[in-house]
């Protein structure tokens, strides 16, 4: 196996040929931010929460090979202010009721936020989207005010489940997830079509039915340390 | 001869639910209406439409920051037909019991020291400075410590039972989402003997305050009404958490009894006034002018036949007995509320040695339903939610009648009684008078004195305003 060396905040990471920073950080047990990018998953680039500087120039670690002998930056104030800003945007973009909705403790933005100690979310106007929860299929529930359009779902859908339900319509700011039919009822999905999209979905976006708020406080994903607190614990396993 | 007035006490400064009072002088300085306005609550009622039903037990108590338990659970409660379970599993219920003492706890015990004891032992004439809790602090510091440890106490049971202090999350569609390890029913326990001892206290002084002042508590906005509250199925007994409904009139005879809360809708009925956000509930069968009642604890202490733990119903006994029946002195929900306070420490002590609170089946299924009515008896009084869930999940229709609301009429009637006893014929509007139409408001503990009174004053501004629109007069008390 050929490799090759790298740095990220100084220390240094080995790196397969073929793997990309964030992959390599990972296997290293350093935790790079990322909210797009998910295990499993094809790379989509799309979020740039993960962005780093490599060499100086600012990459997506999600997409970027891992550069030789490259010197990255990853934990600097001004890219996690960087990073910041855009949470903050997705907040500002879709409607985030925390204290109310049942992903709260087990979603990645919410998590995300914290990391980043987004504590002041009102920098920008809210776009107060109005978007009507999709209750109409038995076993799931789609409520897009809180989407995030990471396409994680779409790409879930198409690669792994192969059924192609999720997708993106519309453009620019108007790009949004919808479903290949009127609603979730009408595209003959079985929960078992959806079931990795749901998993994959990283806010309270694509919910199964009845779970609500079965787990308890404290058990929570995000009960135990910020978001990516584990990423040691993850590469030694 | 001078113009009609219209004198407006209204509070400045409010987190939720706002009150301000009118009080209508004629031409002769006398009172000829007082009316008290609060914001409803319609807009969760509203707001609440289209979203999933297991998320309603969590949204609606956003309703309040004082007791969101009661709404957490009467809306589980609700939800728990809706999905099809009569009765959630034992750990459940007792789960969810245990949290709700805890909360009647806290927050009569915020309510009587915090908000009410200023005024009990300093009187409602003394100056503002005077009647806040500091002051209490600072000269009954022991009576000061103990209320803040009985509402941690109270809080605390909240936190184990529901996973926060406020706003939790632990009732869920047809039982609970967690137990109670037994690490922290021991923690508990150890105290209890402290908070029964402080709760004996408690309802001594608020008993002795009532039994001393008799002639103050039974002409204070003391008028007859009718009462309702749930009480235990077959016994009549007090039960906070489940029952059916009772109402009494003013002599104690029944006018309904046992009554199934999904039958509220035939025997209430809401009136709507034009000058008011917020409805006057009524008895269907006696109308709009004779049918409004009251709730709350003194309500309570009036319907049930009993109380089922010793100490509690022996000083239920004796209020009930210094008042000659059925109490109508608005002055002694205070006793009430301390009579509850100590029935609560009395249930939490007999849940913690329940070893259902560590049983593992914590949630039912049942046959989907569309329409769900779930009743509790919350601090404040009796809370009806409401809801029809259509086959997707969402909730199409909610309706809430909360405590405050129950109590609209009784509230009003008690504010124009102070006004034309204290105001009507007065030249000059003095902060004691105003002070006596905050005390009438505050006995009924509307959901409004919660954020008014946290520091145990109402800032209030009174405008005197001629018949021509102009202020003749305006008085303002924020401090
Ligand atoms: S999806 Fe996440 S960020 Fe959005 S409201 Fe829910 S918990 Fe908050
Ligand atoms: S539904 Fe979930 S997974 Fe799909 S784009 Fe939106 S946030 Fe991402
Ligand atoms: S995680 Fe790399 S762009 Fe989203």
Not at chain 1, 70 to 97: C, Q, S, W, Y
Request: glycine share 8%; proline share 5%.
């Amino acid at each position: 196996m050929s490799g090759l060396r790298f740095e990220i905040d100084g220390v240094e990471i080995a790196a397969r040929d073929g793997q990309t920073i964030m992959e390599a950080a990972d296997a290293a047990g350093v935790y790079i931010p990322r909210l797009c990018d998910h295990e499993g998953l094809r790379h989509q680039g799309g979020c740039r929460v993960c962005t780093v500087k490599c060499n100086g120039r600012s990459v997506a670690a999600c997409t970027e090979p891992a550069p030789p002998d490259a010197v990255v930056e990853n934990e600097t104030p001004h890219i996690n202010k960087m990073r910041r800003d855009l949470v903050e945007m997705l907040f500002h973009e879709g409607n985030h009721l925390c204290p109310i909705c049942e992903a709260s403790g087990n979603c990645e933005l919410q998590a995300m936020a914290y990391r980043l100690d987004m504590t002041d979310p009102t920098r920008f106007p809210y776009l107060e989207p109005c978007r009507p929860v999709d209750a109409s299929h038995p076993d799931i529930a789609l409520d897009t005010n809180r989407c995030i359009s990471c396409g994680r779902c779409i790409r879930a859908s198409q690669d792994i489940d192969g059924k192609g339900i999720f997708g993106y319509v519309g453009r620019g700011i108007h790009r949004h997830v919808a479903v290949n039919g009127p609603d979730l009822a009408h595209t003959d999905a079985t929960i078992d079509d959806v079931a990795v999209s749901a998993d994959v979905c990283p806010v309270g976006c694509i919910i199964r039915k009845r779970v609500g708020f079965s787990r308890p406080i404290g058990e929570r994903d995000s009960d135990h340390g910020l978001i990516g607190s584990n990423a040691k614990a993850k590469a030694d396993d | 001869m001078s113009e009609p007035r219209l004198i407006e006490i209204s509070p400045v400064t409010r987190v939720e639910g706002h009150g301000k009072v009118t009080i209508h002088l004629d031409a002769d300085g006398n009172v000829d209406e007082a009316r008290l306005h609060i914001v409803e609550f319609r807009g969760f009622e509203r707001f609440i439409r289209g979203r999933l039903m297991w998320e309603v037990p969590v949204i609606v108590q956003r309703l309040c920051g004082i007791c969101p338990v009661s709404h957490h659970l009467a809306a589980a409660k609700a939800m728990d037909q809706i999905a099809g379970v009569d009765r959630p599993p034992p750990t459940a219920e007792k789960m969810r019991r245990l949290m709700h003492y805890g909360q009647v706890m806290q927050s009569h015990v915020l309510h009587f020291f915090h908000l009410a004891a200023p005024d009990l032992l300093f009187g409602f004439c003394a100056p503002a400075e005077k009647r806040n809790i500091f002051e209490v602090l600072k000269e009954h510091p022991e009576l000061g410590r103990r209320a803040i440890m009985m509402r941690k106490f109270g809080q605390d049971i909240i936190e184990a039972t529901a996973g926060k202090k406020i706003h939790g999350t632990a009732a869920i569609p047809g039982g609970i989402n967690q137990n109670l390890p037994i690490e922290k029913r021991d923690a508990f326990l150890k105290d209890l003997a402290d908070m029964e001892a402080w709760a004996l206290d408690a309802l001594a002084l608020a008993r002795n305050y009532t039994l001393e002042h008799m002639e103050t508590v039974q002409n204070f906005a003391a008028f007859p009404s009718h009462y309702m509250s749930i009480v235990r199925e077959g016994d009549g007994a007090l039960d906070l958490y489940d029952g059916n409904l009772r109402a009494i009139n003013q002599a104690g005879d029944r006018l309904f009894d046992q009554l199934p809360c999904e039958a509220y809708c035939d025997v209430i009925t809401e009136d709507v006034r034009p000058w008011s956000y917020m409805k006057f509930p009524f008895f269907k069968s006696l109308g709009p002018d004779d049918g409004w009642y009251r709730v709350g604890p003194l309500a309570r202490m009036n319907t049930i036949d009993f109380i089922d733990t010793p100490l509690a119903n022996a000083a239920r006994d004796e209020l009930i007995a210094a008042n000659g029946g059925v109490a109508h002195a608005i002055l002694a929900n205070h006793w009430a509320r301390m009579i509850e306070v100590l029935h609560c420490v009395e249930k939490i002590r007999e849940l913690l040695h329940d070893p259902d609170l560590q049983g593992t089946e914590l949630r039912a299924t049942g046959d989907r339903r569309f329409e769900g009515i779930g009743v509790i008896e919350a601090p404040r009084g009796n809370l009806i939610h409401h809801y029809e869930v259509d086959e997707n999940d969402q909730v199409t229709y909610c309706n809430l009648i909360v405590s405050t609301t129950h109590n609209n009429e009784g509230m009003n009637r008690a504010v124009k009684d102070v006004a034309i006893k204290q105001i009507s014929g007065q030249p000059e509007i003095t902060e004691g008078m105003l002070n006596q139409v905050e005390v009438a408001i505050r006995s009924h503990d509307p959901c409004l004195s919660c954020a008014t009174h946290a520091l145990g004053q109402m800032p209030l501004k009174v405008d005197v305003i001629d018949a021509s629109g102009s202020v003749i007069a305006s008085r303002a008390t924020d401090s």
